[in-house]
């Protein structure tokens, strides 16, 4: 199985999540490999200071989005 992560609204243009691409890739998809990934996908991020806590937001949302969570 393949896997294309991307992220929106974190830079100027979208940026690919490859790190989390590679936890997941060929794997199930189950809480634990879509809590690594999520770590894998805010992995460097370098937030502005008062952006912090979009870092802990955007993993949120890759989890959910792995899980299928609304």
Do not use: C, F, S, T
């Not at 199985?1 to 100027?12: E, N, T």
């Not at 937030?47 to 955007?58: F, H, Q, R, S, T």
């Amino acid at each position: 199985m393949d896997a294309r992560i991307a992220l929106g609204a974190v830079a100027p243009a979208p940026v690919r999540a490859k790190k989390a691409e590679e936890v997941i890739k060929g794997r199930p998809i189950d809480e634990n490999a879509a809590a690594k990934a999520a770590e894998q996908a805010v992995a460097g991020a370098m937030p502005l200071m008062m952006n912090e806590y979009k870092v802990e937001i955007a993993k949120a949302l890759v989890k959910r989005a792995l899980l299928g969570e609304h």
